[in-house]
């Protein structure tokens, strides 16, 4: 039986989304529409209480959390996880480093609302979670300034990961110009558009590749 993979064009389940493809899973999709109230509706909610994605179903067994969600692809599909135990602690440093930093910030700018009831105080919020992105993603593109995949020269499910962030980076919460503040990240972003997964799962979700 097939996995569902609930997702929201260009939400942090892009990142599950294209591991998903890249193992070449047998899986679906189910498309919510944030903006509508998809995440809240009483039979989203019976499957992810807690009302965000991305969310993988498989024969009533549900599964939360892009790190977790990443983690069980790659332990299904060894191919997309690295094979020496310090290059698998490298792995699981950048998917800590990318959930509990670059989302946290980036949240402080799309959801203000939901670090203080003051609706005055939220585009302060929204400015310093503004810069504190600028400060991290400076720190990731000196990471990947050796080029080619984020650990130890092998394609693996962090780099889906990233290609997340520096979506977002380019999108208009952030407005970043990618290219030219973070070109060693961005040459990861366009090696990323070649692969054919990332070319299905960005035509599926509507979203534009990497120039």
């Known amino acids: 039986m097939a996995s569902t993979l609930y997702y929201a064009p260009g939400a942090c389940s892009l990142a ?57 692809v790659a ?3 060894p191919a997309l996880w690295p094979e020496a135990a310090r290059d698998q602690a490298v792995a699981d440093e950048w998917l800590a480093w990318l959930s509990t930093n670059h989302h946290v910030a980036y949240a402080h700018v799309r959801r203000p609302e939901r670090y203080t ?18 400060d991290l993603f400076t720190m990731t593109e000196v990471r990947l300034s050796n080029g080619g995949w984020a650990v130890g020269g092998r394609y693996s499910v962090v780099d ?21 503040r973070f070109p060693h990240w961005t040459a990861h972003a366009r090696a990323m558009a070649e692969r054919p997964a990332v070319q299905a799962v960005f035509a599926r979700e509507g979203l534009d590749l990497p120039a």
């Open 117 to 134: 009831t003051d609706e005055e105080a939220h585009p302060a919020i929204s400015a310093k979670g503004v810069d504190t992105c600028g």
């Open 16 to 72: 599950s989304h294209i591991a998903l493809e890249e193992a070449g899973a047998s899986f679906e999709t189910v498309r919510l529409n944030l903006m509508a109230g998809d995440q809240r509706a009483p039979g989203y909610l019976a499957i992810n209480e807690r009302g965000r994605v991305p969310a993988l179903v498989d024969d009533g067994w549900v599964l939360t959390e892009n790190t977790a969600i990443l983690r069980h």
């Open 160 to 180: 889906p990961y990233l290609l997340l962030f520096w979506t977002w980076g380019r999108g208009p919460a952030l407005r970043f110009d990618m290219p030219e």
């Open 75 to 77: 332990r299904l599909h």
